[in-house]
Every structure is written in structure tokens, then in C-alpha cells.
């Protein structure tokens, strides 16, 4: 009836890409990968043996869109991680096996687009590397414009300046390298799209430039896989079963949902994709997510346990 | 499939449409209660009602599979531009060939094959005799456009609905029996847009929810739901390209004749998430029954009554069931033991 449900997958190559990036191949165990579109993204569980907390990131597929017989993830070590990319680099190893989502696609090429401007920002070139199959398959007009810290970051840079020759610049900021990207935007014709993957400020930054520039918002497209944010602990009683439940600070709300077997659907745990939403029955809501319209977040009912939080001590959910 | 495709009967001129009692028994009846309550009533499309039901297999074969096709070749040899992809679909449109010929061969082994080395595929319809070998994303390689081409060989009507600027463009489409829209009028219109005419429920936020649950719809995850309208007459092309061939017939209906003349026309929508090109396929498979089939079963001749008794005036006009509307209350009501 093709309906997927979680995929086991065995991790059967390891690669450090950069210093602080490692690469990982994923096979099906038991069956053929499906293929997906650009830009798509699988949410990884890991962990989750006995005494173990599970770990769940959501990781763009970085290999050949049409290519079902392996995907590839590449996971930054995170400074702040709160468990899902130390244990990737620390515990996963050749051989070992991992549940990974359905790919699921928040930030899909616009292929009406005249032309295609892509700002890559470190470990947010992986999106990307899915879309250039597909735009050289189309023949469509393209630029990757790639900042990093080749200290840290940088993967792939060599391959794609070689491969993708012009349509590819490099800036590395280790060495003083920088991009113009008020100059990248004023270059480019009208019906050109704009994609953005990397850190909130390189974001933020191409958002506000095209704003000024006048470039519609709706040509301007970015991935926000920041994740939950740590907060302060609460606690959160489940009206319909009357658990109880103790919300950590560095913990999200549907983590610790998970951790207590309530099950929630979701595809991003970013807030965006807005498969997890609960009904609140009672207690005031930090909204943290891009999903749920402003109505939806004064009216107080509604919330994304992804990203979102108490905003006092205590949440009661009417799940 | 328990009912096997049967010869090839006519949905126009002199309607031999007919359905066998197994076709009846199967007939996805589309009223849950007796109040008829508007509602987006998605489900995940998952088997149910087992062997031989509708809902069997992600895309139902049955007994009209022939009677079908015919009717698709005669409305396309007309009205080429009743299957029209735009250039950036080409994707999607070898998506909904995977899709379709993958399901029809494990569902249905004994009238469908596909065998895949690498991109290279050979199908095979024993239903239409037809046995092509073709690279797999390479449209030269099929006698036709891939759409038009898969179209051509599965019940019902297909949409692929472009996903982006957080909303879905209906870019593609095979649209031969449609329930009085235009793919040609439709084509490139947003969600809301191609919507428009639907009453009663722009106010409530229907249409805002629903596009946001159709938006999020992950691959491997299929929804469905029921729409239903009345027909006068089986015949599957009610489009406006033919207003002037069927319009007319809503006057025909009298109280001697709507039991075989009036039809409840049901449409299972299937909205599925293609893979490579991130599009939806919508699958809009018609089922037609007359009333006087329908009332063989106790339960539905009840509940049809009830449904139709308490249908608001807006959806009676939207519908179309203007003119006949009341004749069929009226012959449904002998059914109805509280009458």
C-alpha cells in the first residue's frame, strides 16, 4: 500500500569531511532506500538501549537525490550539543545500526525560478549538495556561494570548487575571505530564488539585505535546523492520563514526551514542519516555532512541543 | 481483485454502464450519518474492508477497468488538452509512472508487470496488450508523454499539485471525467484559488487547515478521502468543456424515471507525496451508482434519504442538484422506515 514507517539503516562508511564534521553512509537493512527530492531532510534516532537516553536530529540527505542505494548525512560536532551530534561522533561507528525517518522535504528547490542563488553557511552545504544533481540534470542557471571556517568546517570545498567550476565560490573566513553578499543579490536577474542553509546570522543577514533590495520574500528560502533551545525546567501534566512529567532545562518538551513512550508525530523537531503540535489545556507558552499563525500563538490553545516551552512552571497538555 | 475487468460498456450516447452485484456490494457509500455535515474527513489511506473492497490496494482496479480506458481515448482524442503537464512537472510526472506501475504490478500480478533493471524498465498491461521497454526519466523513450502515457491505463483522474511559496499549484493533470471543473481553466491556480467556488466553507478556515495538513504530508504517508455529487446518467465526462452535452439532462429526471437516471457519483481522492520531485499526486477515482442499485442495500437507502434530506441549500446549488434534487428525496423517503 506503499506506506513507510521508520527505516533501519547500518552506518557502512565514516568519514571526517572537516575538522569538525564527520560523514555518514546509510544502507537499508532489510529493503531498497526510496529516492527523494532535493533538499529533504530524515530525522536519525540513536541511542536508546537499555539506560540510554535516545537521541533524535533531524540531518539533510546529502547524496544523489535518485540514488537508492545508500544516503549519506554529514553532522557538525556542535560546542553546545545536547547529546544527538557528540554521540554520532563519538559512539557511531561502521557496522552499527540506526532508525532514521521517511525523507521528508522543508526546503525544496522553486523550480519555476529563473535562476538559482544558493549561501551555504559550514555544515549547511548539505542541502545543497542534493540540489546540484537535479539543477545540472535540468540545466538550469546556478551559484553556490559557500562560507566556512576551514578550521572547523569547509567539507567538500575542494570537489565542488573543481567540479562546479565557476558556478561555485568559496569564502574562507580562516583566511580573510569574505562574502559580499549585498553584491551577490544585486548581480542576479529578475525570477532568480534565493536558498539559505547555515548559522541564524548568515540567515538573517541575506533575509534583511533582499528585503532592503526589494527582492520578494517569497524568492528568498532558508532551512532553520537550529533545534530546540535549552530553557528553563517546568513541569508538564498530561490532562488525559494525568502523568506527570518533569521537563529539564536542556531537554525539549517533545524529548521528554518521547522519553515517557507518548508517541507525537513529527518530521523537523524545528518548529516548521508542524506534524507534533499538542492542544494546551492550561499554563502559558513560550512559542519558539515558525509554524503556528500569530492568532494561533495568543490564542494560548496550540503548541509546537518541539522547540516551544512553559513560560511559567507548569503546562498542563490535553493529550 | 475478486472482480475481473468485463467488456466495454458506454458512459455517453446510449449509457450501457452497468454494475454487477459484487460492483454494488464494493461501492464506497460515502455517508457516515444520517445528517449530512460538511466536513475535510481525511483518513490515512490504509487498507481496509479486506478482500475486494475498494480500499484494498493503494489504487482500485475493478470491474469498468475497460469501459474506462475507452471513454479516456475518446475524450483525449477530442480534447487533447484534457492532459497537460507544464515543463518544470516532467519530475513529478515520471514520479506518478513509478508510482502507478510499482502498485498496479505487486497488487494486480496477473494483468500487470514491471520488471526494472537499473533505469531501464519493461512494463507490461495485459488489460490493453501493451508491452513497452523504456528508460526510466527519459520521456523520448515512451511512445508518449509520461502522463498522458500512465494516464491512459489507470482508473480515475490525476492531478500532480506543484509544492512551493508554502503552497500547492495544480501544474499537471489527466482530467476526463471531472465533476464539472477544467483542468485548462484550473491549470497553475493555487490551492485557494482553484477552491474558489466551493461554498460555505472559505469563512470557517477550512481551506487554511487543510493546506497546511496537505503541505506537511510526508512521503510514504498516502491520506484519502470521499467527495460525492449526483449525476444524471452514468457518464463520467461532466466537465464544462461538455456542459452543453449533459447540463441539459438534470431536466430529464422525473419521479418514473430518477431511480436508474440519477446517479451518486463518489470520488476517492488519494493525495499522495511523490518522492524525487517533492509534488502530490492527487488521484480522483469516480464510482457511479444509480439510485435504484444503491436502494438495494437497506442501510444506504436510509441513510441516502437522511443525507440528502438535510443537505444545505448552498451545497444543492453547488452541486448542481437544483432541478432534481426534491424528486430524489421524494423516491429515497419509500425507503425510510421513520417516513
Known amino acids: 500500500m506503499s506506506v513507510i514507517d521508520q527505516i533501519p539503516v547500518r ?16 544502507e537499508a537493512i532489510d529493503a531498497e532506500l526510496v529516492p527523494f527530492s532535493p533538499g529533504a531532510h530524515v530525522v536519525v534516532t540513536m541511542g536508546g538501549a537499555e539506560n540510554e537516553p535516545a537521541y533524535r536530529n533531524a540531518y539533510s540527505l546529502m547524496s544523489n537525490p535518485q540514488d537508492k542505494s545508500q544516503y549519506r ?3 557538525r560536532l556542535q560546542e553546545d550539543s545536547r547529546g544527538g551530534s557528540l554521540y554520532m561522533h563519538q559512539q557511531i561507528a561502521v557496522g552499527d545500526q540506526l532508525m532514521i525517518s521517511p525523507p521528508a522535504n522543508l526546503f525544496a528547490p522553486d523550480w519555476m525560478a529563473k535562476k538559482h542563488v544558493l549561501f551555504a553557511g559550514g555544515v549547511g552545504i548539505t542541502p545543497f549538495l542534493s540540489y546540484l544533481p537535479e539543477l545540472q540534470q535540468r540545466e538550469t542557471e546556478f551559484e553556490l556561494h559557500y562560507m566556512f571556517r576551514s578550521k572547523q568546517t569547509g567539507a567538500y570545498s575542494a570537489e565542488l570548487a573543481e567540479t562546479l ?30 536558498y539559505i542553509c547555515g548559522p541564524q546570522s548568515l540567515i538573517d543577514s541575506v533575509r ?29 501534566e498530561l490532562s488525559r492520563s494525568g502523568v506527570e512529567l518533569a521537563v529539564s532545562s536542556d531537554s525539549s518538551l517533545l524529548e521528554t514526551l518521547e522519553g515517557a513512550d507518548i508517541a507525537i508525530p513529527n518530521l523537523c523537531r524545528a518548529g516548521v514542519c508542524g506534524q507534533c503540535v499538542c492542544k494546551v489545556a492550561e499554563g502559558e507558552v513560550e512559542h519558539r516555532d515558525s509554524y503556528l499563525s500569530e492568532p494561533e500563538k495568543q490564542s494560548g490553545q496550540v503548541m509546537m512541543p518541539c522547540v516551544s516551552r512553559a513560560a511559567g512552571e507548569r503546562l498542563v497538555l490535553d493529550i | 481483485m475478486r472482480v475481473a475487468p468485463k467488456e466495454i460498456q458506454s458512459f455517453r450516447d446510449d449509457f450501457t454502464y452497468s454494475n454487477s452485484a459484487e460492483a454494488i456490494e464494493r461501492f464506497p457509500f460515502p455517508f457516515a450519518e444520517d445528517e449530512y455535515r460538511y466536513s475535510v474527513n481525511m483518513e490515512p489511506h490504509l487498507p481496509k474492508g479486506g478482500e475486494g473492497s475498494a480500499y484494498e490496494h493503494f489504487l482500485d482496479i475493478d470491474e469498468h477497468y475497460l469501459s474506462e480506458m475507452a471513454e479516456r481515448e475518446l475524450v483525449l482524442k477530442e480534447m487533447p488538452h484534457r492532459c497537460l503537464a507544464m515543463p518544470h512537472m516532467d519530475l513529478a510526472c515520471w514520479d506518478m ?12 500480478p496477473d494483468y500487470f508487470s514491471l520488471i526494472r533493471d537499473g533505469d531501464h524498465w519493461s512494463w507490461e498491461n495485459k488489460l490493453l496488450n501493451i508491452k513497452d521497454q523504456f528508460t526510466f526519466g527519459d520521456s523520448s523513450s515512451l511512445p508518449m508523454p509520461p502522463l498522458d502515457y500512465i494516464g491512459r491505463q489507470m482508473q480515475g483522474d490525476f492531478a500532480l499539485l ?26 497553475g491556480m493555487s490551492f485557494k484559488e482553484w477552491h474558489g467556488p466551493v461554498p460555505m466553507a472559505h469563512g470557517e478556515g477550512i481551506f487554511e487547515r487543510a493546506l497546511k495538513y496537505l ?14 455529487t449526483l449525476t444524471v446518467n452514468a457518464r463520467m465526462d461532466t466537465s464544462p468543456e461538455k456542459y452543453h452535452e449533459w447540463g441539459h439532462e438534470r431536466t430529464s429526471v422525473t419521479p418514473e424515471n430518477v431511480g436508474e437516471k440519477v446517479y451518486l457519483r463518489v470520488e476517492l481522492q488519494v493525495l499522495d507525496r511523490m518522492p524525487r520531485s517533492n ?15 444503491l436502494v438495494t442495500n437497506k442501510e444506504w437507502a436510509v441513510r441516502m434519504h437522511r443525507a440528502m434530506k438535510t443537505l444545505p441549500e448552498p451545497l444543492i446549488n453547488y452541486k448542481g442538484l437544483t432541478r432534481f434534487h426534491g424528486t430524489v428525496v421524494d423516491y429515497l423517503a419509500q425507503f425510510d422506515p421513520v417516513n
Open chain 2, 215 to 228: 503541505i506537511a504530508i510526508p512521503v510514504g504517508k498516502p491520506v484519502r478521502r470521499l467527495n460525492w
Open chain 2, 279 to 293: 509534488a502530490m499526486m492527487f488521484s480522483i477515482r469516480t464510482y457511479l451508482l444509480s439510485l435504484e442499485d
Open chain 1, 165 to 194: 567550476d565557476n558556478h561555485c565560490s568559496n569564502y574562507d573566513a580562516d583566511q580573510g575571505s569574505r562574502c559580499d553578499i549585498a553584491a551577490v543579490l544585486s548581480e542576479q536577474p529578475l525570477g532568480t530564488h534565493f
Open chain 1, 73 to 75: 548525512i554529514a553532522v
Open chain 2, 97 to 108: 509512472v513509478e508510482r502507478i506501475m510499482v502498485s498496479l504490478s505487486e497488487d494486480y
Open chain 1, 11 to 26: 552506518v557502512t562508511a565514516v568519514k571526517q569531511v572537516a575538522p569538525m564534521i564527520k560523514e555518514f553512509t546509510l
Open chain 1, 208 to 236: 534583511a539585505i533582499a528585503d532592503e533590495m526589494g527582492i520578494p520574500a517569497s524568492a528568498v528560502h532558508w532551512e532553520e535546523f537550529a533545534g530546540a533551545k535549552p530553557g528553563q525546567p517546568f513541569v508538564v
Open chain 2, 162 to 187: 506543484d509544492q512551493r511559496e508554502g503552497d500547492l499549484f495544480l501544474d499537471a493533470g489527466i482530467i476526463t471525467c471531472p465533476a464539472d471543473w477544467s483542468l485548462a481553466f484550473d491549470a
